[in-house]
């Protein structure tokens, strides 16, 4: 099971697989985003490169515009993943 | 559909080439895990090279033919995982060219994760392609 929500405080959070099955769900959310935005991890079990891929257009898409993202309670398992993608360069892993 | 005639300590089953079909493969995954009581890491680590290397075979195999196989065999001190894909032309993901990582987020570019975690979280992978298919093999030594 997989969900995506965004709140009007501009939190998006993401709960359950994000298996590659799943990215062109989480991508139709995030390509709507267009301000600097908090991504909370605290429900998200797995991510594969497929949802990295949607982090990272959607990180270099807001950048060119002086916007950024941020990724906020990732659990160990999905942490590791994003450590192992190096996306700890620039995106803020609490 | 689990094989009742495979050798002790094995689990195996074909998966329709679907991406919907990832979620059935991580409860495979799952179930053999918990029959070896495996870590939790053992779990996380084929999680990701399986889901991104069947949805190589589904994405970039469209000449592949019938389901895909996926099996996981528990020898000794190590778990071999072997995924066959019928058909299509022949992919070697050993290698394949791995992203560099060094270069800063805004510069990267989308796509090359995949092969890169399939073979970093894995210490073993090969590939070869005879009789008409694809078999990627991985091997996941158990920690002691």
Redesign the interface.
Known sequence: MFSIDTSEDGIVRLSGILDSSQAETAGSVFRSVTKSCVIDFRDLEYISSAGLGILLATYKRLSSSGQTIKIVNAKEAVKNILLLARFDILLEIE | MVNAILPEGEMARRFPRD?????EI?ALIDDFTSAHNLL?AFK?SV??AV??V??NM?RHNPSGSGDILVSLSHEGKRVVIRMVDKGGIPYDLTTHPLPD??V???N?K??G??V??SR??MDEVHYEHTDNAGIVTFVKNLET
């Open positions: 991406l919907s079909s990832v979620r991580f939790p996380e999680r990701l889901d991104e069947f949805a589904v990582l060094s800063p987020l805004e990267r989308v796509g994760l995949g890169y975690f970093t979280v």
